[in-house]
Nanobody, 130 residues
Framework: EVQLQASGGGLVQAGGSLRLSCAASGFTSHDYAIGWFRQAPEKGREGVSVISMTDGSTYYLDSVKGRFTTGSDNAKNTVYLQMNSLKPEDTAVYYC???????????????????????WGQGTLVTVSS
C-alpha cells in the first residue's frame, strides 16, 4: 500500500525559507513521480513541482521557479521541497502526491492536473507573513 506523509510546514516571514518533506512508502519500483501541490483558501489546487523518481527530471510552476527546489533522498525514501524567498502569496496547504507508471508520460502535463494523480498525503500548512 502506497503511503505519503508530508511534514515541515509552519509560519515564516516573507523572504524566509522552509523545507517540506514527503516520506513515501509502498512503492515496488522507481516508476513513479512525486508532486507537490498547494491550495490556498478559496482557490483551486495547483501543481508546484514534480520530480521523476525514474530519471530525476523536475518541473515547476512558473511563479516558484528560481525560489523552490525539489529533490529526493532515495536512501530515506523522502522527497523534499526547499522553499526560499517565500512570499505571502505562497501561503497555502501543501500536499505531496504520487503518480505511478510514468514511462512516456508528460509530467508537465500532469503537474497542471491534480485530479489525475494516484495517491495523496495529508496536507501541511505553510503561512508566510508580510
Amino acid at each position: 500500500e502506497v503511503q505519503l506523509q508530508a511534514s515541515g510546514g509552519g509560519l515564516v516571514q516573507a523572504g524566509g525559507s522552509l523545507r517540506l518533506s514527503c516520506a513515501a512508502s509502498g512503492f515496488t519500483s522507481h516508476d513513479y513521480a512525486i508532486g507537490w501541490f498547494r491550495q490556498a483558501p478559496e482557490k483551486g489546487r495547483e501543481g508546484v513541482s514534480v520530480i521523476s523518481m525514474t530519471d530525476g527530471s523536475t518541473y515547476y510552476l512558473d511563479s516558484v521557479k528560481g525560489r523552490f527546489t525539489t529533490g529526493s533522498d532515495n536512501a530515506k525514501n523522502t522527497v523534499y521541497l526547499q522553499m526560499n524567498s517565500l512570499k505571502p502569496e505562497d501561503t497555502a496547504v501543501y500536499y505531496c502526491a504520487a503518480l505511478t507508471f510514468i514511462r512516456d508520460v508528460d509530467l508537465e502535463h500532469y503537474r497542471r492536473r491534480p485530479s489525475l494523480w494516484d495517491y495523496w498525503g495529508q496536507g501541511t500548512l505553510v503561512t508566510v507573513s508580510s
